[in-house]
């Protein structure tokens, strides 16, 4: 484009490329020469023609604000000094565009003062020439801008991947989240019943994964009659892998299915009869060592009470004890230990018996409770744990003191910190026959 009152014979001679150094790269294609001075103008356009570059001009600020809303260039050559708009606003004015790519911007200018050149600065402007302008310094400043804006496109185009990329992840975090939401559902749906009356005598669950989904299980089960059957279940590791061993787990301690229920044996053809729990503990450790699949092994406490007379019988299998309240108010821990289910083959589990008296309760409990991590830093431990059960409402029984159990645990952490484990509970309360 051609400024007002730019002579004519100039335009063969601008329009024809010598033998000059050819400068123009994909960085640097489009040049803008901005002069209210028509000679300055040919100079400049004369020079950058003959290196390559495809120039357009404009006689004035506004009118290369204009260009620059149509089609921005990629280099600008701007005088600082111009009627109307001088090179100063029209620096501030074409940084103002909406543009998705970034143009060079160069003054030209007598002026070499500190102050002057931290204007410019401030503006947007890139770089200075000094008027007038010597050949070889502006190819090497145009060469400077190239290698700034190739840098610049290359991590535009760079972060334009990341950006694409991260809009993937979202998506596809999204869509796992909500299949974790429909897992947690189905996760859920293991603990149909989170408190069951047992003639007189109750059981209550509590289940809280730190995730969505978790690797803890609880559960409780009875054939009939007098006789239940509950325990307390933490799959090594977390997450998904972790939740889909307690699925499988869901099933094998089926509370509706008694004829896949491990826990359970069938006699005479017509009933459904409690199996000792360590013998209980066996089948399982000998189902996921022969699954090849299955690496993941998990602890448990599995216990059977007799509702007639109080006695409960126990499997400690690597999972934090069992600890017995009574209605006296003395506690204590019982148990020896054990392995693990799934960790060794032919592994035989020992089986521990209490009698407990109408009134008194016992407890099954994940290590979410005894290594929790407090404000300080440091785990609950065993003791601190006797120490929150003895600090709840004994008054209140069931659910209620299993929420109360967990609602003062989560007070005791720091503002901010999260749930590293999931925490889960089993709470039988024997109230005589």
């Known amino acids: 484009m051609v400024g007002k009152g730019f002579d004519a014979k100039v335009m063969p001679e601008r329009m024809v490329e010598t033998n000059g150094p050819h400068l123009a790269t994909d960085a640097i294609r489009r040049v803008l020469v901005v002069d209210d001075s028509r000679l300055q103008r040919h100079i400049l356009i004369s020079t950058l023609?003959?290196?390559?570059?495809?120039?357009?001009?404009?006689?004035?600020?506004?009118?290369?604000?204009?260009?620059?809303?149509?089609?921005?260039?990629?280099?600008?050559?701007?005088?600082?000094?111009?009627?109307?708009?001088?090179?100063?606003?029209?620096?501030?004015?074409?940084?103002?565009?909406?543009?998705?790519?970034?143009?060079?911007?160069?003054?030209?200018?007598?002026?070499?003062?500190?102050?002057?050149?931290?204007?410019?600065?401030?503006?947007?402007?890139?770089?200075?020439?000094?008027?007038?302008?010597?050949?070889?310094?502006?190819?090497?400043?145009?060469?400077?801008?190239?290698?700034?804006?190739?840098?610049?496109r290359e991590l535009s185009q760079k972060n334009r991947v990341i950006s694409d990329t991260l809009d993937k992840l979202r998506k596809a975090h999204d869509a796992i989240d909500r299949d974790l939401i429909q897992a947690r559902r189905i996760q859920q749906s293991l603990v149909p019943e989170l408190t069951r009356d047992f003639g007189a005598s109750r059981v209550s669950l509590l289940l809280k994964p730190c995730g969505h989904i978790g690797g803890d299980l609880v559960g409780m089960f009875s054939p009939g009659g007098t006789r239940i059957g509950f325990y307390a279940i933490d799959v090594s590791g977390h997450g998904i892998t972790s939740a889909m061993v307690t699925a499988k787990l869901g099933g094998y301690l089926s509370s509706t299915y008694f004829d896949q229920n491990v826990g359970l044996e069938k006699r005479h053809e017509s009933f459904f009869a409690l199996r000792r729990p360590s013998e209980v503990a066996r089948i399982l450790n000998e189902r996921f060592i022969a699954d090849t699949g299955v690496d993941e092994y998990f602890t448990m406490v599995y216990g059977t009470a007799d509702l007639r007379n109080g006695q409960v019988q126990m499997v400690q299998a690597g999972h934090p004890h069992p600890l017995l309240l009574r209605r006296?108010?003395?506690?204590?821990?019982?148990?020896?230990?054990?392995?693990?289910?799934?960790?060794?083959?032919?592994?035989?589990?020992?089986?521990?018996?209490?009698?407990?008296?109408?009134?008194?309760?016992?407890?099954?409990?994940?290590?979410?409770?005894?290594?929790?991590?407090?404000?300080?830093?440091?785990?609950?431990?065993?003791?601190?744990?006797?120490?929150?059960?003895?600090?709840?409402?004994?008054?209140?029984?069931?659910?209620?003191?299993?929420?109360?159990?967990?609602?003062?645990?989560?007070?005791?952490?720091?503002?901010?910190?999260?749930?590293?484990?999931?925490?889960?509970?089993?709470?039988?309360?024997?109230?005589?026959?």
């Open 328 to 433: 006296d108010g003395e506690a204590e821990f019982l148990g020896a230990g054990g392995v693990p289910v799934g960790l060794l083959p032919d592994q035989a589990y020992t089986q521990f018996e209490t009698v407990m008296a109408p009134g008194d309760r016992l407890l099954f409990y994940s290590d979410g409770f005894t290594e929790f991590r407090l404000a300080g830093g440091h785990m609950l431990e065993s003791e601190g744990f006797l120490d929150l059960v003895r600090s709840c409402d004994t008054g209140r029984g069931g659910q209620p003191l299993l929420e109360d159990l967990f609602g003062r645990l989560r007070e005791m952490m720091a503002p901010g910190q999260s749930m590293e484990d999931d925490i889960s509970a089993t709470l039988f309360e024997y109230n005589g026959p």
């Open 49 to 152: 023609t003959r290196s390559g570059f495809e120039v357009i001009e404009a006689d004035s600020g506004e009118r290369a604000m204009e260009i620059c809303r149509d089609a921005p260039p990629d280099l600008v050559l701007s005088d600082w000094m111009m009627p109307g708009m001088s090179g100063l606003e029209f620096c501030r004015a074409f940084r103002a565009l909406p543009t998705d790519g970034y143009g060079y911007f160069i003054l030209l200018t007598s002026k070499s003062d500190k102050h002057d050149i931290a204007k410019g600065l401030d503006a947007g402007a890139d770089d200075f020439l000094t008027k007038p302008v010597n050949a070889h310094e502006l190819r090497a400043r145009i060469s400077a801008g190239a290698r700034i804006l190739s840098m610049q």
